[in-house]
């Protein structure tokens, strides 16, 4: 009797690179309808060119953001969402073309993540692979700051606390990456950094400008909650569920993470426990659960593969609706704390390309 040749079964390296590629198609396709250029990356260009311009007390103003909106033929006016001293990072693409600026700022935020993220690439997974999850096509397809904030915290948890300073332009970024922090010293410096990253911007920009972006936050959350397009791009309990559906995710959620803190359970974490976060601000998490799946698909049972593999995916399922994504996360983040961390090279990622 002829045996048949036993099949090779795929390796982590295979399966993770079919399920990058699995993930990043449904971005793709779907925001390929659009009109690239006309984004969320509109609200950034709008405010530095108020800034630049001299409107600063227009920046969180619906109408006068409207008409740069009209005068641009940029779509819908939004508000400018992050507080003032992210001026200092958003400026600067603002003295070029609208176009212009959204290339440069993709290209360079793509960079600047991919740099960031290069040392965690050592299971054989080509390290592009962490610009192309779908986390990271949704925020170059919105033209958000996803990348940004993404290599921000990556530098966070891995003893630069300078960065923890600069996730203050994401308040609850800010907050949560105090769990980054390895020392009364290093937190002391994060305080007095961000503290003065605010004063500065208080002496530059105005203390009114402050003033207007406490007037308009609520005003501006509440109108995110009103627009049906963040329930196809949300994927926090308070986006699916409202503040009761909220408690009982974040409650879990931090419960949860309290049995393995690194830098990839606490990004994951991070969307059971913050009021607010979308597909495009996953670009961390999603890399963990690809990570995880190159490095211990193998020995994983069926229980811990699908999770973890929904997690990594999620960013593309939240299109579908973002009453899906809590539960999802809340089961990959179970299977996630039960693995370490996947630790980076020796050697950073700078050294690394100079060598």
């Not at 982590?12 to 250029?37: D, M």
């Not at 089961?331 to 050697?347: C, F, G, H, I």
Request: aromatic share 14%; charged share 10%; net charge positive.
């Amino acid at each position: 009797m002829t045996e048949h040749p036993s099949v090779a079964k795929p390796t982590n390296r295979s399966v993770a690179i079919q399920l990058w590629a699995i993930g990043a198609l449904g971005p793709l396709i779907y925001f390929s309808k659009g009109e690239i250029g006309k984004n969320d990356f509109v609200a950034l260009w709008i405010a530095g060119k108020q800034l630049l311009s001299g409107n600063v007390v227009g920046i969180y103003d619906l109408a006068s953001t409207g008409q740069y909106t009209a005068l641009f033929d940029l779509g819908q006016a939004t508000i400018f969402p992050y507080p003032p001293h992210a001026l200092f990072l958003i400026a600067p693409f603002s003295m070029l073309p609208q176009m212009s600026a959204y290339l440069v700022w993709t290209l360079g935020t793509a960079a600047f993540f991919w740099w960031c993220a290069r040392p965690y690439f050592r299971t054989g997974v080509p390290s592009i692979l962490s610009i192309m999850t779908p986390a990271a096509i949704s925020t170059i397809a919105f033209g958000q700051t996803g990348l940004l904030f993404g290599g921000l915290w990556i530098l966070a948890f891995r003893g630069k606390w300078p960065a923890v300073a600069l996730l203050t332009i994401k308040p609850h970024l800010g907050f949560l990456a105090i769990l980054s922090l390895r020392s009364r010293s290093d937190f002391l410096k994060t305080a007095l950094l961000a503290a003065a990253l605010v004063v500065v911007s208080a002496l530059m920009f105005g203390v009114g400008l402050w003033a207007s972006f406490f007037d308009h936050t609520i005003a501006h959350a509440i109108k995110i909650s009103n627009l049906n397009r963040w329930f196809f791009a949300g994927v926090t309990p308070a986006i699916g569920y409202g503040f009761w559906g909220w408690l009982p995710f974040a409650a879990a959620g931090a419960l949860m993470l309290c049995r393995n803190v690194n830098l990839f359970t606490v990004s994951t974490a991070s969307f059971l426990i913050s009021p607010y976060g979308f597909h495009y601000d996953m670009t961390v998490a999603s890399m963990g659960f690809g990570l995880l799946i190159a490095s211990h698909w193998q020995e994983m049972p069926i229980r811990h593969r699908i999770p973890v593999a929904l997690g990594f995916l999620s960013p593309a399922i939240a299109i579908t609706g973002a009453w899906w994504i809590p539960p999802l996360l809340l089961w990959a983040l179970w299977t996630q704390v039960q693995y370490p961390e996947p630790s980076p090279t020796a050697k950073s990622a700078l050294e690394t390309a100079r060598a």
